[in-house]
């Protein structure tokens, strides 16, 4: 094994999940062995798809691991298809994807690139927060943030402050299921990149937070929550 991404995911008795080069092919590895390797067969899709990469993999209390799978459905080689696959660290078993192209998210369905990297757990794996690409027969209002498999927004839907939602960016989730998010919107470029929580700016650049002025160009590096509704973000 080779390598690993920043992503990972750890819990105190030992357990973990994350993402190296596995005999040349990029993998799943957990402190039980190989999870998923590519060029393997991809689960839950009609052969001969096979997995090529895997990443941002994380790791719920429950013991449920999750991660970003590239799928080669034709099994010619590159990518022409996303997947979220989910693994019982506790349970064993298979893999199984969760999110896959067309399935139906609310009144969309999923693209077949629509799985993107931007996802978050709440420590106890009770609720997931999306950003996925839905089918809406426009590119300019496909994206969503999800939570639960629901959209709760919409580019270019309304932010509630006179602007529309440009993009979602990064996200976080906490037990409760309170989403913190950051993205831009459709304000002029000094103050279009924001800080949002469940689905309300919280903070904006061009304005002050904490007597710091959020000057052009800001943009939001991190962003976490936890139990009690407390935000760390930078």
């Known amino acids: 094994m080779l390598g690993a991404e920043d992503a990972c995911g750890t819990m105190p008795d030992g357990s973990f999940i994350y993402s190296p080069i596995v005999d ?61 696959y989910r693994y019982s660290l506790s349970e064993g078993g298979a893999a199984e994807p969760i999110l896959q192209p067309g399935d139906a998210i609310g009144a969309f369905t999923l693209q077949d690139n629509g799985v993107q990297f931007g996802y978050a757990l709440s420590p106890n794996g009770n609720h997931r927060a999306n950003i996925l690409l839905l089918e809406t027969g426009n590119a300019s209002n496909d994206q969503f943030l999800v939570l639960n498999d629901e959209p709760f927004a919409q580019e270019t839907g309304p932010t509630g402050e006179g602007s529309s939602w440009a993009a979602f960016d990064l996200v976080a989730i906490n037990n409760g299921g309170n989403v913190a998010f950051s993205g831009s919107t459709s304000a002029n470029a000094n103050n279009d990149a924001i800080l949002g929580y469940n689905g309300q700016i919280i903070a904006q650049e061009g304005s002050n937070l904490a007597d710091v002025a959020l000057t052009a160009p800001a943009s939001v590096r991190f962003v976490s929550i936890n139990g009690h509704r407390e935000l760390a973000y930078a």
Do not use: C, Q
């Open 24 to 84: 040349g092919r990029d993998g799943i590895w957990s402190d039980e062995g190989l999870v998923m390797r590519g060029s393997e067969p991809a689960p839950g899709f009609a052969a001969p798809a096979v997995t090529t990469t895997h990443a941002r993999p994380k790791l719920a209390s429950n013991g449920d691991a999750y991660w970003v799978s590239g799928i080669d459905r034709d099994g010619v080689g590159g990518v022409d298809a996303t997947a979220m």
